[in-house]
């Protein structure tokens, strides 16, 4: 039986049309391969987490109250710096358990303990760091920085930031100290605008939970 006839044109149409199926079959694969790709890379690093991680943590430093912003404080917000331990509320009392060379700011939303920072005047060790944080004579470090979970939002970290810097420096105190990691992006950015400066940074490494520092904290 004669094979039937095919012009030319017919021809290089179907060839046309198998190399457009050919390029969409190729990009498909590119596509399925590039998705497993990521697919393969996201969990690699969700099971090299426990491992290893890198950290980059910056020291800041307020010694000018004019230079704190005015905040907007709600009608229902209420930030109190209270001497050392004396006069500080049970409630905050039970939370903290002050010790020698502290004091301690509170943050109350209607009425209720919300948040709070322990103030040291004294250096202090960070184990998760490695390193000790030196306080001068006439600093204050702000060494914890608490917000209740159910409560936990920006506006009110830097209420009670900024409100506590302000009443310690009030105080005479010349210099208000401390930090924030590197992935609390909103937070730095408060911070660097909001009268704070970036004085020290450190790096470190975290291999099966131990924590390797890889750069000196100096100023």
């Known amino acids: 039986m004669d094979e039937p006839e095919v012009s030319i044109s017919e021809a290089l ?32 690093r969700t099971i090299l987490k426990p491992i290893f991680s890198y950290q980059k943590i910056e020291f ?29 509320p049970d409630e905050l009392h039970r939370k903290v358990e002050p010790e020698p060379g502290e004091s301690y700011a509170a943050l109350f939303l209607a009425k209720n303990l ?7 005047f004294r250096d202090m060790p960070t184990p998760e760091l490695r390193t000790t944080v030196k306080i001068d004579a006439g600093d204050v470090y702000f060494s914890e920085i608490w917000i209740h979970p159910e409560h936990y939002h920006l506006d009110l970290i830097q209420q009670l930031i900024v409100r506590a810097a302000a009443g310690f420096l009030n105080e005479g105190f010349n210099r208000v100290i401390l930090l924030a990691h590197e992935e609390k992006n909103g937070l730095q950015d ?18 099966f939970s131990k924590r390797i520092k890889i750069s000196p904290a100096s100023k």
């Open 13 to 44: 149409i179907s060839v046309h049309a198998a190399s457009l199926n050919g390029q969409s079959a190729l990009k498909q694969l590119q596509k399925t391969e590039m998705l497993s790709l990521s697919r393969a890379f996201q969990r690699f």
């Open 60 to 88: 800041y430093e307020s010694s000018d109250i004019t230079l704190l912003p005015e905040l907007p404080l709600p009608h229902n917000i209420e930030v109190v710096t209270y001497n050392g331990s004396y006069g500080i």
């Open 114 to 120: 919300t948040g709070y920072i322990r103030a040291s």
């Open 190 to 207: 408060f911070l660097n605008n909001a009268g704070f400066k970036k004085f020290k940074q450190l790096s470190s490494c975290k291999i």
